[in-house]
């Protein structure tokens, strides 16, 4: 599976093994995420010149003015989102080059991911199957309406900022289903959207750093 740059040491199970160590003392807790973090070879998504530096807690460029999100940023996205629960079905948007996409196809049984980008998509789907991860899917679109025709999910996570939290995605969430996006224009913040009994729960965290949600389709 790890044929690309195999044996230069900077891309083996145990480098991935010591970003997964410094993720957990950074704070990072849940073990089905951390597992899922060092199972997948994010080398293999990056540009074959910036492997050696993709296991370092770092976002990279991926083309097309998107970035690969740094891995603690995946994991915390993920732990937020997970919450200790089986997951069953996922919506990602902004695939980007897959990798958070694989990762959560180790956390959830489905993930359907959304990108608005074609070339971006092909590149992504090629390095899935390279990976071996054959249960996502990927979708050209606009991600912002979410996708009716497969909701409920019981995780959404988005991968670029959005001005606010699309109220048509709180909705294509499963009871006790979770979002997970980054808001704002300037300044951004994790956000958290939890469906409750009685409508959703809104908690606002850290602030953050993404590329911002763009609208309309792109080649
Ligand atoms: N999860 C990705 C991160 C990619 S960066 C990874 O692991 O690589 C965010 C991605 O969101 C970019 O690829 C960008 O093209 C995409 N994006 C931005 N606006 C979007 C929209 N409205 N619909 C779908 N994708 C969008």
Redesign the pocket.
Known sequence: MDSRHEGIGMTSQRTRLRMVDRLRAAGLRDEVVLAALAAVPRHL?VDEALASRAYEDISLP?G?G????APST?GRMLELGRAARTVERVL??????????AVLSRVARQVHS????AA?IAKARRVLREARVSNVRIKH????PGLAEIAPFDLIVM??AAPEVPAELADQLSAGGRLVLPVGTRDQQLVLVERIERGFQERRLEAVNF?P???GLAR
């Open positions: 998504f991926i097309f998107q970035t690969i999100s995946v990602e948007i902004g695939t980007g080059c897959g990798y958070q996409a959304v990108e608005r980008i971006l679109a606009d991600g912002r991968a670029a590329v949600l763009l609208p």
